[in-house]
C-alpha cells in the first residue's frame, strides 16, 4: 500500500473517532438537559399537591434544595439506593438561586428486603454545613449533616412554626405518595462528569457555578431556576449564568475620584481548588 493510501486511511479512522467525539458529547449534554427538565416536572407535581406538599416554613428557610429524580432502589437482603439530580443554593434567605449543580446520591440498606423501587427524592438543606460539605467532595446523611424526614402539607406547615433542629429535611415521591425519607448513611457527591457535559467545560468547579464564573448554562436551567424562584417565593436573576457573560476579572477602570466599588459578592468555601 503507497504511502498516500495509507495516509488516507488514517485520516479516515481519524474523522470517525473525531466525529463520535462530538456525538457523545452532544448526547451527554442532552442527559443532563433532559435531568434538569425531570426535575422542574418534579417540583411542579410535588408543590401541585396542597396535601402532601413541602411546607411553604421550611422552603423559606433553605439556603439549598437539591432535586434527584428517578432514584432507584434494588434489595435482596443487602441492598443500594442511587440517583442524579441537581442541586441550588443562595447565600441569604432572600437571595436569588444559584445556578443549578449536578449532583449524585448513593446509599446501601441490610435486612429482610427485596424488590425494585423508584423515587424522586427532595432534599431541603436549612444550614449552609451541608451545601459546604457536598461542594468540598461528598456529604453523608446523619453523619458529616443531621438528616430528618420532612413534614408535610398543612399539618406539616403548623408542625414546622416550633422551629428546625435537623440540617437537612428528606423527601421522597414513591407511585404518587410524597413524604419524609430516612436516607441515614447515604452520600451525596458532586458530579464532574455531568456539570461538565451542561456547561461545556470540562472541571468546571461547584464554586465556579454557584458564584456564576462557569459557562452560560442553557434556557432548561432557567426554567428549572423559575419554578423554583415561585416555589420559594424569591426573585429571580437577570440571566440563566448571572455574571457569566463577564469575565471572571474586569480589567476595566472605575473613573478617577470614584469610590471603590462595593465588595464582592461573598461565595461559600466549596470546592478546594487543585
Known sequence: MSIRKHFAAALTISTIFFGASIVNIAN?????EGRLLTATEVLDEVQGMPDQRIPDALLSRAYGIAVIPDVTKVAFIFGGRHGRGVLVVRDKLTSPWSNPVFVSLTGGSWGFQAG??????????????????????KLTLGADASVATGPVGRQGSAATDIGFNAEIYSYARTRGLFGGIALDGSVISI???????????SGVTATEIFSGQAPAAPATAQRFLDRLAATTHTPLRGSPAPQADLPATSTSQAPAGTAPSAEAP?????????
Do not use: C, H
Not at 28 to 32: D, I, L, P, Y
Not at 119 to 127: A, E, G, H, K, N
Not at 191 to 201: F, I
Open 191 to 201: 458530579d464532574r462528569p455531568a456539570n461538565g457535559a451542561l456547561y461545556g467545560k
Open 116 to 137: 425494585a423501587q423508584s423515587s424522586d427524592i427532595i432534599l431541603v438543606f436549612t444550614s449552609k454545613t451541608g451545601i459546604e460539605g457536598i461542594a468540598g467532595g
Open 266 to 274: 461573598r461565595t461559600y468555601p466549596l470546592e478546594q481548588q487543585k
Open 28 to 32: 451527554a449534554g442532552a442527559r443532563e
